[in-house]
């Protein structure tokens, strides 16, 4: 650890109620995506506090919501970093499960709550204040900052790839760092080198001009939702492999890097499914519990809807059904090979049936060997004393596909929340102590790569 590193540490002890003033503050204004909330204002807000870093520092306008970029470069021989996060949060409704109002930050437990104290607004405003900790310090920064926040994450990030392509000289990086999501449940922290991806689609089945009589038209009449229970039977077998042709073809398998890491992330499997309820894991079985997250493909049936949902019952034989679904994806899968294996899958096996496509989004991984994991492991534990975990890819979908695919740059994911942060729920929260460390690894990250020559 360097001198500098040890003196921004103590402005971080000696500023840390100050620090949390100021961030119950930034969470306490709502900017609500879906609802288009105090989204301009809190962007606006954001502008000034990165020109106070003296940053260049702008609203980027989009067909959307604006982005908020900021840079500072002090030396063209550093590398650069571009912390990516989002400004927009969840609506915060059921307002009555709220043990206090989501838009007025409160302290109970250790712990700050408020909507976007941890999705993402905490996270993103703990590395501001990391970089503000390094100018306070020693008047500068240790290497190159882009800052990129966006206001559409909450509702699938629909302009980033437009935006990111347009933009791809001004967010020309070395690396990008997001921090969001939360640290493992033990608390211990976790650097991410990937995401799935994922492709959402209806199959939809329309039989006949009305509902029927089941008595009088059953066995004349085809039934829409078994149509449809039938089509579905033929894209995963009770083995749990997904049958649609060809869509497994591409995935390419996991590497021993990748393999060593799964066997070093704790894991009780037990206690997993005893917090779930569940009696078993899911087919297929044998299958290691890592590579189901991690490594293959998944089929899901979100909701299935037709016929009579009333109480009691109702001896109706449905014209008409439908059937929402997705799949997560792997590399190098696309939403686009996806979605043409299922289309040519439901011609051969239910030309009647419509398939519509819905949403997609594309894959990320970046190399585990990458020479960037070094300083950020260094990073994290000059920070907090504990080496951390490392997960090749995560289960769920982040649009991380734009910094290693339109930008060709790797992305790591280093979140600070507390695994149990609730976002998206009422009553989200942010420990403390967490906040804190996340201003003190976001430091310590700078510093890291600024010890790097490009």
């Given at each position: 650890m360097t001198d500098n590193l040890t003196q921004i540490f103590d402005h971080i002890k000696a500023n840390a109620d100050s620090f949390l003033t100021r961030m119950m503050d930034y969470v306490s204004h709502p900017s609500i995506s879906a609802q288009n909330v105090g989204i301009r204002e809190v962007a606006n807000l954001l502008v000034a506090q990165l020109?106070?870093?003296?940053?260049?520092?702008?609203?980027?306008?989009?067909?959307?919501?604006?982005?908020?970029?900021?840079?500072?470069?002090?030396?063209?021989?550093?590398?650069?970093?571009?912390?990516?996060?989002?400004?927009?949060?969840?609506?915060?409704?059921?307002?009555?499960?709220?043990?206090?109002?989501?838009?007025?930050?409160?302290?109970?437990?250790?712990?700050?709550?408020?909507?976007?104290?941890?999705?993402?607004?905490?996270?993103?405003?703990?590395?501001?204040?990391?970089?503000?900790?390094?100018?306070?310090?020693?008047?500068?920064?240790?290497?190159?900052?882009?800052?990129?926040?966006?206001?559409?994450?909450?509702?699938?990030?629909?302009?980033?790839?437009?935006?990111?392509?347009?933009?791809?000289?001004?967010?020309?990086?070395?690396?990008?760092?997001?921090?969001?999501?939360?640290?493992?449940?033990?608390?211990?922290?976790?650097?991410?080198?990937?995401?799935?991806?994922?492709?959402?689609?209806?199959?939809?089945?329309?039989?006949?001009?009305?509902?029927?009589?089941?008595?009088?038209?059953?066995?004349?009449?085809?039934?829409?939702?078994?149509?449809?229970?039938?089509?579905?039977?033929?894209?995963?077998?009770?083995?749990?492999?997904?049958?649609?042709?060809?869509?497994?073809?591409?995935?390419?398998?996991?590497?021993?890097?990748?393999?060593?890491?799964?066997?070093?992330?704790?894991?009780?499997?037990?206690?997993?499914?005893?917090?779930?309820?569940?009696?078993?894991?899911?087919?297929?079985?044998?299958?290691?519990?890592?590579?189901?997250?991690?490594?293959?493909?998944?089929?899901?049936?979100?909701?299935?809807?037709?016929g009579y949902e009333g109480e009691g019952s109702k001896t109706v034989l449905p014209c008409e059904a439908f059937v929402k679904c997705d799949i997560r994806l792997v590399e190098p899968l696309t939403p686009e090979y996806v979605f043409d294996r299922i289309r040519a899958h439901v011609e051969k096996h239910a030309p009647d049936v419509e398939f519509v496509p819905l949403n997609g989004m594309l894959p990320s991984k970046t190399p585990m060997d990458s020479p960037y994991m070094v300083p950020l492991r260094d990073a994290i534990f000059d920070a907090r004393g504990v080496e951390p975990l490392v997960y090749p890819t995560v289960g769920g979908s982040l649009p991380d596909y734009v910094f290693t695919k339109v930008l060709g740059k790797p992305a790591f994911v280093i979140p600070y929340a507390n695994a149990d942060e609730a976002n998206h729920a009422p009553n989200e929260n942010l420990e403390i102590v967490r906040f804190i460390d996340g201003i003190r690894t976001g430091a310590a990250l700078l510093e890291n790569l600024g010890s790097l020559e490009k």
């Open positions: 020109s106070e870093l003296g940053m260049q520092a702008e609203l980027v306008e989009t067909d959307g919501h604006p982005f908020v970029l900021g840079r500072r470069d002090v030396d063209p021989a550093k590398p650069t970093v571009l912390l990516y996060g989002h400004y927009d949060v969840q609506p915060p409704e059921p307002l009555e499960e709220w043990l206090s109002p989501p838009f007025e930050p409160t302290i109970r437990d250790g712990k700050v709550f408020a909507r976007g104290v941890g999705d993402n607004k905490g996270q993103h405003f703990a590395q501001l204040l990391a970089i503000e900790s390094h100018l306070a310090v020693t008047g500068t920064l240790p290497c190159n900052v882009i800052f990129l926040l966006e206001g559409e994450e909450e509702i699938g990030s629909p302009q980033i790839a437009s935006f990111v392509e347009k933009h791809a000289d001004r967010l020309n990086a070395d690396l990008v760092v997001t921090s969001d999501g939360p640290l493992h449940e033990s608390g211990t922290p976790v650097i991410v080198c990937g995401v799935r991806g994922m492709a959402s689609f209806e199959l939809r089945s329309k039989t006949a001009k009305r509902d029927t009589h089941s008595g009088n038209f059953g066995g004349v009449m085809p039934n829409a939702i078994w149509k449809l229970v039938n089509l579905l039977s033929t894209m995963k077998d009770p083995d749990g492999q997904i049958t649609i042709e060809g869509l497994n073809e591409p995935v390419i398998p996991p590497s021993n890097l990748e393999r060593a890491a799964t066997e070093r992330l704790p894991l009780d499997v037990d206690a997993i499914k005893a917090e779930l309820g569940l009696a078993e894991l899911d087919a297929p079985k044998g299958r290691a519990y890592w590579d189901r997250l991690m490594f293959h493909p998944t089929l899901t049936i979100n909701g299935f809807h037709g």
